[in-house]
Protein backbone atom coordinates (compact mmCIF):
# COMPACT_ATOMS: atom_id res chain seq x y z
CA UNK A 1 0.00 0.00 0.00
CA UNK A 2 1.85 3.17 -1.27
CA UNK A 3 -0.83 6.08 -0.34
CA UNK A 4 -1.27 7.94 2.71
CA UNK A 5 -4.40 6.86 4.84
CA UNK A 6 -6.26 10.22 6.08
CA UNK A 7 -8.43 8.94 9.28
CA UNK A 8 -10.96 10.18 11.16
CA UNK A 9 -10.19 9.51 15.19
CA UNK A 10 -13.70 10.05 17.02
CA UNK A 11 -13.41 10.24 20.52
CA UNK A 12 -9.21 11.38 19.89
CA UNK A 13 -8.70 12.64 23.68
CA UNK A 14 -9.86 9.06 24.86
CA UNK A 15 -7.89 6.21 25.83
CA UNK A 16 -8.29 4.28 22.72
CA UNK A 17 -7.78 7.40 20.62
CA UNK A 18 -4.70 8.72 22.64
CA UNK A 19 -3.44 4.55 22.04
CA UNK A 20 -4.73 5.29 17.87
CA UNK A 21 -2.72 8.52 17.60
CA UNK A 22 0.49 7.03 19.32
CA UNK A 23 -0.02 4.17 16.51
CA UNK A 24 -0.33 6.64 13.72
CA UNK A 25 2.54 8.69 14.93
CA UNK A 26 4.65 5.56 14.06
CA UNK A 27 3.74 5.64 10.46
CA UNK A 28 3.68 8.97 9.16
CA UNK A 29 4.65 8.25 5.67
CA UNK A 30 1.40 5.50 5.86
CA UNK A 31 -1.38 7.71 8.08
CA UNK A 32 -2.64 11.60 8.58
CA UNK A 33 -5.05 12.60 10.98
CA UNK A 34 -7.56 14.22 8.97
CA UNK A 35 -9.93 14.91 11.97
CA UNK A 36 -9.98 14.57 15.55
CA UNK A 37 -13.20 14.80 18.28
CA UNK A 38 -12.95 15.14 22.15
CA UNK A 39 -16.14 16.52 24.58
CA UNK A 40 -14.36 17.13 27.44
CA UNK A 41 -10.53 17.64 28.05
CA UNK A 42 -10.24 20.61 25.64
CA UNK A 43 -7.12 21.78 26.26
CA UNK A 44 -5.69 18.53 25.37
CA UNK A 45 -7.71 18.21 22.01
CA UNK A 46 -5.97 21.49 21.22
CA UNK A 47 -2.57 19.72 22.30
CA UNK A 48 -3.85 16.71 19.88
CA UNK A 49 -4.81 19.36 16.81
CA UNK A 50 -1.27 21.31 17.04
CA UNK A 51 0.64 17.89 17.04
CA UNK A 52 -1.25 16.19 14.00
CA UNK A 53 -2.54 19.25 12.26
CA UNK A 54 -5.93 18.12 11.15
CA UNK A 55 -8.06 19.41 8.52
CA UNK A 56 -11.24 19.26 11.17
CA UNK A 57 -11.95 19.26 15.07
CA UNK A 58 -15.27 18.47 16.26
CA UNK A 59 -16.11 19.31 20.31
CA UNK A 60 -19.72 19.18 22.15
CA UNK A 61 -21.05 23.71 21.90
CA UNK A 62 -20.15 26.78 20.68
CA UNK A 63 -18.51 27.24 23.50
CA UNK A 64 -15.88 24.97 23.70
CA UNK A 65 -15.52 25.96 19.63
CA UNK A 66 -14.64 29.34 20.10
CA UNK A 67 -12.17 28.36 22.86
CA UNK A 68 -10.83 26.02 20.54
CA UNK A 69 -10.69 27.92 17.37
CA UNK A 70 -8.53 31.08 19.01
CA UNK A 71 -5.98 28.92 20.48
CA UNK A 72 -5.83 27.58 16.81
CA UNK A 73 -5.56 30.65 15.08
CA UNK A 74 -3.11 31.88 17.62
CA UNK A 75 -0.89 28.81 16.69
CA UNK A 76 -1.27 29.44 13.03
CA UNK A 77 -3.67 26.71 11.95
CA UNK A 78 -6.48 26.38 9.98
CA UNK A 79 -8.32 23.51 11.20
CA UNK A 80 -11.95 23.92 10.94
CA UNK A 81 -13.86 23.37 14.24
CA UNK A 82 -17.14 21.72 14.13
CA UNK A 83 -19.56 21.01 16.67
CA UNK A 84 -22.11 18.43 18.42
CA UNK A 85 -23.43 15.06 16.76
CA UNK A 86 -23.98 16.83 13.40
CA UNK A 87 -20.03 17.68 13.25
CA UNK A 88 -18.87 14.39 14.41
CA UNK A 89 -21.60 12.70 11.45
CA UNK A 90 -19.71 15.11 8.74
CA UNK A 91 -16.23 14.22 9.85
CA UNK A 92 -16.72 10.54 9.58
CA UNK A 93 -18.84 10.05 6.38
CA UNK A 94 -16.57 13.11 4.88
CA UNK A 95 -15.68 11.74 1.14
CA UNK A 96 -11.62 12.73 1.84
CA UNK A 97 -11.69 10.00 4.94
CA UNK A 98 -10.70 6.58 4.16
CA UNK A 99 -10.67 5.31 7.80
CA UNK A 100 -12.56 6.12 10.77
CA UNK A 101 -11.87 5.06 14.73
CA UNK A 102 -15.06 5.15 16.23
CA UNK A 103 -13.80 5.08 19.67
CA UNK A 104 -16.76 7.39 21.49
CA UNK A 105 -17.85 6.21 24.45
CA UNK A 106 -21.19 4.38 24.74
CA UNK A 107 -24.93 5.40 22.72
CA UNK A 108 -23.48 8.56 22.30
CA UNK A 109 -20.94 7.21 19.49
CA UNK A 110 -24.49 5.34 17.50
CA UNK A 111 -25.14 8.05 15.07
CA UNK A 112 -21.71 8.99 13.89
CA UNK A 113 -20.28 5.01 13.62
CA UNK A 114 -23.23 4.69 11.38
CA UNK A 115 -22.55 8.09 9.64
CA UNK A 116 -19.05 5.90 8.89
CA UNK A 117 -20.47 2.83 8.03
CA UNK A 118 -23.03 3.90 5.57
CA UNK A 119 -20.31 6.16 3.90
CA UNK A 120 -18.82 2.67 3.43
CA UNK A 121 -15.84 3.74 5.05
CA UNK A 122 -12.99 1.50 6.74
CA UNK A 123 -14.53 1.19 10.09
CA UNK A 124 -12.21 0.64 12.97
CA UNK A 125 -15.01 0.00 16.01
CA UNK A 126 -13.80 0.41 19.29
CA UNK A 127 -17.34 1.56 20.35
CA UNK A 128 -19.15 -1.38 20.89
CA UNK A 129 -22.10 0.28 22.56
CA UNK A 130 -22.95 1.63 19.16
CA UNK A 131 -23.12 -2.23 17.40
CA UNK A 132 -24.72 -3.60 20.63
CA UNK A 133 -28.16 -1.16 20.42
CA UNK A 134 -28.34 -1.41 16.60
CA UNK A 135 -26.90 -5.00 15.71
CA UNK A 136 -29.14 -5.83 12.81
CA UNK A 137 -29.37 -2.43 11.46
CA UNK A 138 -25.35 -2.06 11.57
CA UNK A 139 -24.34 -5.42 9.86
CA UNK A 140 -27.02 -4.06 7.21
CA UNK A 141 -25.73 -0.95 6.65
CA UNK A 142 -22.27 -2.62 6.39
CA UNK A 143 -23.38 -5.34 4.05
CA UNK A 144 -25.50 -2.79 2.11
CA UNK A 145 -22.11 0.12 1.65
CA UNK A 146 -19.52 -2.49 1.76
CA UNK A 147 -17.75 -0.82 4.61
CA UNK A 148 -14.69 -2.85 6.03
CA UNK A 149 -15.80 -3.04 9.82
CA UNK A 150 -12.75 -4.42 12.16
CA UNK A 151 -12.93 -5.61 15.77
CA UNK A 152 -10.53 -3.25 17.56
CA UNK A 153 -11.84 -4.70 20.76
CA UNK A 154 -9.17 -6.79 21.61
CA UNK A 155 -11.23 -10.40 22.51
CA UNK A 156 -13.02 -9.62 18.68
CA UNK A 157 -9.90 -8.57 17.34
CA UNK A 158 -8.55 -11.82 18.51
CA UNK A 159 -11.10 -13.93 17.10
CA UNK A 160 -11.08 -12.25 13.81
CA UNK A 161 -7.48 -13.21 13.15
CA UNK A 162 -8.21 -17.00 14.80
CA UNK A 163 -10.95 -17.28 11.73
CA UNK A 164 -10.23 -18.09 7.87
CA UNK A 165 -10.21 -14.71 5.78
CA UNK A 166 -13.90 -15.67 4.53
CA UNK A 167 -16.20 -16.96 7.08
CA UNK A 168 -19.25 -15.13 5.74
CA UNK A 169 -21.35 -17.29 4.83
CA UNK A 170 -21.29 -18.90 8.50
CA UNK A 171 -19.15 -20.25 11.28
CA UNK A 172 -20.18 -23.47 10.65
CA UNK A 173 -19.26 -23.43 7.32
CA UNK A 174 -15.61 -22.88 8.16
CA UNK A 175 -15.87 -25.43 10.83
CA UNK A 176 -16.24 -23.16 13.82
CA UNK A 177 -17.75 -25.01 17.29
CA UNK A 178 -17.35 -21.92 19.64
CA UNK A 179 -16.30 -18.69 20.46
CA UNK A 180 -14.27 -18.83 23.75
CA UNK A 181 -14.27 -14.86 25.01
CA UNK A 182 -11.85 -14.31 26.96
CA UNK A 183 -12.35 -12.28 30.24
CA UNK A 184 -10.11 -10.97 33.18
CA UNK A 185 -12.82 -11.50 36.24
CA UNK A 186 -11.98 -7.35 36.81
CA UNK A 187 -10.42 -6.10 40.16
CA UNK A 188 -13.19 -7.52 42.02
CA UNK A 189 -13.28 -11.16 41.18
CA UNK A 190 -11.66 -12.88 44.25
CA UNK A 191 -13.54 -10.46 46.84
CA UNK A 192 -15.90 -11.82 48.97
CA UNK A 193 -19.35 -11.80 47.95
CA UNK A 194 -20.55 -9.58 51.01
CA UNK A 195 -17.94 -6.35 50.07
CA UNK A 196 -19.14 -6.12 47.09
CA UNK A 197 -21.87 -3.41 47.61
CA UNK A 198 -19.30 -1.49 49.10
CA UNK A 199 -16.56 -1.03 46.83
CA UNK A 200 -15.69 2.64 45.48
CA UNK A 201 -15.34 4.11 41.72
CA UNK A 202 -11.85 4.10 42.56
CA UNK A 203 -11.49 0.77 43.29
CA UNK A 204 -14.11 -0.29 40.50
CA UNK A 205 -11.24 1.68 38.03
CA UNK A 206 -8.60 0.27 38.87
CA UNK A 207 -8.02 -2.55 36.57
CA UNK A 208 -5.28 -4.99 37.10
CA UNK A 209 -4.30 -5.42 33.79
CA UNK A 210 -5.59 -2.95 30.99
CA UNK A 211 -6.09 0.81 31.62
CA UNK A 212 -9.22 2.31 30.27
CA UNK A 213 -11.58 4.87 30.45
CA UNK A 214 -13.67 5.48 33.47
CA UNK A 215 -17.31 3.92 32.16
CA UNK A 216 -15.37 0.30 30.30
CA UNK A 217 -13.46 0.13 33.97
CA UNK A 218 -16.86 -0.45 35.57
CA UNK A 219 -18.32 -2.33 32.71
CA UNK A 220 -15.25 -4.80 33.54
CA UNK A 221 -15.65 -4.43 37.32
CA UNK A 222 -19.12 -5.88 36.82
CA UNK A 223 -18.53 -8.20 33.92
CA UNK A 224 -21.24 -6.09 31.87
CA UNK A 225 -18.12 -5.17 29.59
CA UNK A 226 -18.09 -9.03 28.52
CA UNK A 227 -21.95 -9.21 28.32
CA UNK A 228 -21.88 -6.27 26.11
CA UNK A 229 -18.87 -8.39 24.33
CA UNK A 230 -20.58 -11.21 24.08
CA UNK A 231 -23.50 -9.42 22.09
CA UNK A 232 -21.14 -7.48 19.91
CA UNK A 233 -19.45 -11.41 18.91
CA UNK A 234 -22.93 -12.55 18.00
CA UNK A 235 -22.95 -9.64 15.23
CA UNK A 236 -19.69 -9.73 14.34
CA UNK A 237 -19.34 -12.83 13.57
CA UNK A 238 -22.87 -13.73 12.94
CA UNK A 239 -22.78 -16.37 16.19
CA UNK A 240 -25.83 -17.44 18.74
CA UNK A 241 -25.11 -16.57 22.02
CA UNK A 242 -24.69 -19.81 23.24
CA UNK A 243 -22.09 -20.36 20.47
CA UNK A 244 -19.89 -18.40 23.09
CA UNK A 245 -18.54 -18.65 25.78
CA UNK A 246 -17.20 -16.85 28.20
CA UNK A 247 -13.75 -17.84 30.28
CA UNK A 248 -12.34 -16.54 33.00
CA UNK A 249 -8.64 -15.96 32.04
CA UNK A 250 -7.10 -13.49 35.07
CA UNK A 251 -3.43 -13.23 32.93
CA UNK A 252 -5.20 -11.54 29.91
CA UNK A 253 -2.70 -12.70 27.82
CA UNK A 254 -4.78 -14.65 25.50
CA UNK A 255 -7.25 -12.58 24.21
CA UNK A 256 -9.88 -14.81 23.26
CA UNK A 257 -9.53 -18.04 20.89
CA UNK A 258 -11.48 -20.36 18.89
CA UNK A 259 -13.09 -23.45 18.79
CA UNK A 260 -13.03 -25.89 15.42
CA UNK A 261 -14.71 -29.15 15.27
CA UNK A 262 -11.71 -30.99 14.16
CA UNK A 263 -10.33 -30.38 18.17
CA UNK A 264 -7.99 -27.34 17.19
CA UNK A 265 -8.27 -24.21 19.48
CA UNK A 266 -6.64 -21.39 17.98
CA UNK A 267 -6.04 -18.59 20.54
CA UNK A 268 -4.29 -15.10 19.80
CA UNK A 269 -1.92 -14.11 22.70
CA UNK A 270 -0.68 -10.72 23.56
CA UNK A 271 0.71 -8.19 26.03
CA UNK A 272 -2.59 -6.54 27.16
CA UNK A 273 -1.94 -3.38 25.55
CA UNK A 274 -4.58 -1.66 22.84
CA UNK A 275 -1.96 -0.83 20.44
CA UNK A 276 -1.33 -4.41 19.05
CA UNK A 277 -5.35 -4.56 18.12
CA UNK A 278 -5.18 -1.09 16.94
CA UNK A 279 -2.59 -1.42 14.86
CA UNK A 280 -3.69 -4.89 13.63
CA UNK A 281 -7.40 -3.39 12.11
CA UNK A 282 -5.32 0.00 11.15
CA UNK A 283 -3.09 -1.99 8.57
CA UNK A 284 -4.72 -5.24 7.80
CA UNK A 285 -4.14 -7.19 5.92
CA UNK A 286 -0.73 -6.14 6.54
CA UNK A 287 1.10 -5.98 9.72
CA UNK A 288 2.91 -2.59 11.21
CA UNK A 289 5.02 -2.29 14.17
CA UNK A 290 2.65 -0.99 16.99
CA UNK A 291 5.34 -0.27 19.53
CA UNK A 292 4.20 -2.99 22.55
CA UNK A 293 6.57 -5.17 23.74
CA UNK A 294 7.29 -8.56 22.51
CA UNK A 295 5.35 -11.47 24.74
CA UNK A 296 7.86 -12.65 27.46
CA UNK A 297 6.24 -16.22 27.81
CA UNK A 298 9.12 -16.77 30.74
CA UNK A 299 8.15 -13.82 32.51
CA UNK A 300 4.16 -14.38 31.94
CA UNK A 301 5.01 -17.88 33.54
CA UNK A 302 1.20 -19.58 33.95
CA UNK A 303 -2.54 -19.24 31.96
CA UNK A 304 -5.29 -20.17 34.54
CA UNK A 305 -8.86 -20.57 33.15
CA UNK A 306 -12.34 -20.45 35.38
CA UNK A 307 -15.99 -20.58 35.10
CA UNK A 308 -17.66 -17.24 35.75
CA UNK A 309 -19.93 -16.91 38.61
CA UNK A 310 -23.26 -15.74 37.88
CA UNK A 311 -24.13 -14.96 40.97
CA UNK A 312 -20.80 -12.54 41.70
CA UNK A 313 -21.97 -11.11 38.01
CA UNK A 314 -25.37 -10.40 37.61
CA UNK A 315 -24.94 -8.59 34.83
CA UNK A 316 -23.32 -10.99 32.66
CA UNK A 317 -26.58 -13.11 32.99
CA UNK A 318 -28.25 -10.22 32.39
CA UNK A 319 -26.80 -9.63 29.00
CA UNK A 320 -27.18 -13.15 27.75
CA UNK A 321 -30.80 -13.12 28.79
CA UNK A 322 -31.05 -9.90 26.81
CA UNK A 323 -28.58 -11.14 23.71
CA UNK A 324 -31.27 -14.76 23.68
CA UNK A 325 -34.66 -12.04 23.65
CA UNK A 326 -32.75 -10.12 20.97
CA UNK A 327 -35.22 -7.33 19.07
CA UNK A 328 -34.89 -3.59 21.29
CA UNK A 329 -33.57 -5.75 24.73
CA UNK A 330 -29.60 -5.42 24.18
CA UNK A 331 -30.31 -1.26 23.45
CA UNK A 332 -32.58 -1.55 26.36
CA UNK A 333 -29.33 -3.40 28.75
CA UNK A 334 -27.02 -0.52 27.62
CA UNK A 335 -28.83 2.56 28.23
CA UNK A 336 -29.95 0.84 31.56
CA UNK A 337 -26.50 0.15 31.99
CA UNK A 338 -25.37 3.69 31.01
CA UNK A 339 -27.46 5.57 33.60
CA UNK A 340 -26.55 2.91 36.09
CA UNK A 341 -22.55 3.43 36.08
CA UNK A 342 -22.95 7.29 35.45
CA UNK A 343 -24.74 6.77 38.92
CA UNK A 344 -22.31 4.85 40.49
CA UNK A 345 -19.67 6.87 39.61
CA UNK A 346 -21.25 10.16 40.77
CA UNK A 347 -22.04 7.85 44.20
CA UNK A 348 -25.45 7.99 43.76
CA UNK A 349 -25.63 3.86 44.03
CA UNK A 350 -24.04 1.20 45.37
CA UNK A 351 -21.97 -1.23 42.58
CA UNK A 352 -24.50 -4.06 43.42
CA UNK A 353 -27.28 -1.85 42.61
CA UNK A 354 -26.07 -1.54 39.21
CA UNK A 355 -27.73 -5.22 38.07
CA UNK A 356 -31.00 -4.52 40.40
CA UNK A 357 -31.34 -1.37 37.90
CA UNK A 358 -31.01 -3.01 34.92
CA UNK A 359 -32.74 -5.62 35.91
CA UNK A 360 -35.33 -4.13 36.42
CA UNK A 361 -35.91 -2.26 33.08
CA UNK A 362 -35.24 -5.23 31.41
CA UNK A 363 -38.40 -6.73 33.62
CA UNK A 364 -40.69 -3.49 33.18
CA UNK A 365 -40.06 -2.93 29.30
CA UNK A 366 -41.54 -5.40 26.31
CA UNK A 367 -39.06 -5.97 23.89
CA UNK A 368 -39.44 -5.11 20.40
CA UNK A 369 -38.43 -5.98 16.59
CA UNK A 370 -36.12 -3.31 15.70
CA UNK A 371 -37.27 -2.13 12.21
CA UNK A 372 -35.44 1.43 11.93
CA UNK A 373 -33.07 3.58 14.36
CA UNK A 374 -36.32 5.22 15.21
CA UNK A 375 -37.19 2.28 17.69
CA UNK A 376 -33.47 1.32 18.84
CA UNK A 377 -33.30 5.06 19.70
CA UNK A 378 -37.36 4.91 21.99
CA UNK A 379 -36.08 1.98 23.33
CA UNK A 380 -32.80 3.62 24.65
CA UNK A 381 -34.24 6.62 25.64
CA UNK A 382 -37.14 4.59 27.41
CA UNK A 383 -34.72 2.29 29.67
CA UNK A 384 -32.85 5.67 30.22
CA UNK A 385 -36.18 6.81 31.77
CA UNK A 386 -37.30 3.77 33.57
CA UNK A 387 -33.47 3.64 35.26
CA UNK A 388 -33.96 7.48 35.72
CA UNK A 389 -37.28 6.77 38.28
CA UNK A 390 -35.53 4.13 39.75
CA UNK A 391 -33.06 6.65 41.08
CA UNK A 392 -35.72 8.43 42.16
CA UNK A 393 -37.86 6.32 43.82
CA UNK A 394 -34.75 5.35 45.63
CA UNK A 395 -34.17 8.69 46.76
CA UNK A 396 -30.63 8.49 45.20
P1 LIG B 1 -12.70 7.24 27.33
O1 LIG B 1 -13.69 7.63 28.36
O2 LIG B 1 -11.26 7.21 27.70
O3 LIG B 1 -12.85 8.19 26.04
C1 LIG B 1 -14.10 8.45 25.47
C2 LIG B 1 -14.02 9.46 24.36
O4 LIG B 1 -15.36 9.75 23.92
C3 LIG B 1 -13.40 10.82 24.76
O5 LIG B 1 -12.68 11.33 23.68
C4 LIG B 1 -14.63 11.69 25.05
O6 LIG B 1 -14.38 13.07 24.86
C5 LIG B 1 -15.61 11.17 24.02
N1 LIG B 1 -17.00 11.36 24.45
C6 LIG B 1 -17.53 11.09 25.67
N2 LIG B 1 -18.84 11.42 25.70
C7 LIG B 1 -19.14 11.89 24.47
C8 LIG B 1 -20.34 12.41 23.89
N3 LIG B 1 -21.49 12.50 24.58
N4 LIG B 1 -20.30 12.79 22.61
C9 LIG B 1 -19.16 12.73 21.89
N5 LIG B 1 -17.98 12.27 22.40
C10 LIG B 1 -17.98 11.86 23.67
O7 LIG B 1 -13.17 5.80 26.79
P2 LIG B 1 -12.26 4.64 26.15
O8 LIG B 1 -11.76 3.74 27.22
O9 LIG B 1 -11.28 5.20 25.17
O10 LIG B 1 -13.38 3.81 25.37
C11 LIG B 1 -13.92 4.24 24.14
C12 LIG B 1 -14.74 3.13 23.52
O11 LIG B 1 -13.86 2.04 23.23
C13 LIG B 1 -15.81 2.56 24.47
O12 LIG B 1 -16.94 2.20 23.72
C14 LIG B 1 -15.16 1.32 25.05
O13 LIG B 1 -16.09 0.33 25.40
C15 LIG B 1 -14.31 0.86 23.86
N6 LIG B 1 -13.14 0.06 24.26
C16 LIG B 1 -12.18 0.60 25.02
C17 LIG B 1 -11.08 -0.16 25.40
C18 LIG B 1 -9.96 0.42 26.22
O14 LIG B 1 -8.96 -0.27 26.46
N7 LIG B 1 -10.03 1.66 26.66
C19 LIG B 1 -10.99 -1.50 24.99
C20 LIG B 1 -12.02 -2.02 24.21
C21 LIG B 1 -13.10 -1.24 23.82
MG1 LIG C 1 -12.61 -6.05 25.37
Redesign the pocket.
Known amino acids: MSEVQRITV ?8 LSTLDVISRHPGRYQVFAL ?5 LAELEVLCLRHRPRFAVV ?1 DEDGARHLRGGLLAAGLDTRVLVG ?1 GG ?1 CEVAAHPDVDVVMA ?4 A ?2 LKPTLAAVEAGKKVLL ?4 ALVMSGALFMQAVRRSGAVLLP ?3 EHNAIFQCLPNDYSRGLGTVGVRRILLTASGGPFREMPLAGLSDVTPEQACAHPN ?7 SV ?1 SASMM ?1 KG ?1 ELIEACWLFDARPEQVEVVIHPQSVIHSLVDYVDGSVLAQLGNPD ?1 RTPISHALSWPERIDSGVAPLDLFKVGRLDFQEPDELRFPCLRLARQAAQAGGTAPAMLNAANEVAVAAFLERRIRFTEIASIIGEVLNLEPVETVESLDVVLTADARARALAEEWLYRHGR
Not at 126 to 129: F, S
Open positions: LGATGSIGSGFSRAELAIVGAGANKEIDSWSMGRKIDNLM
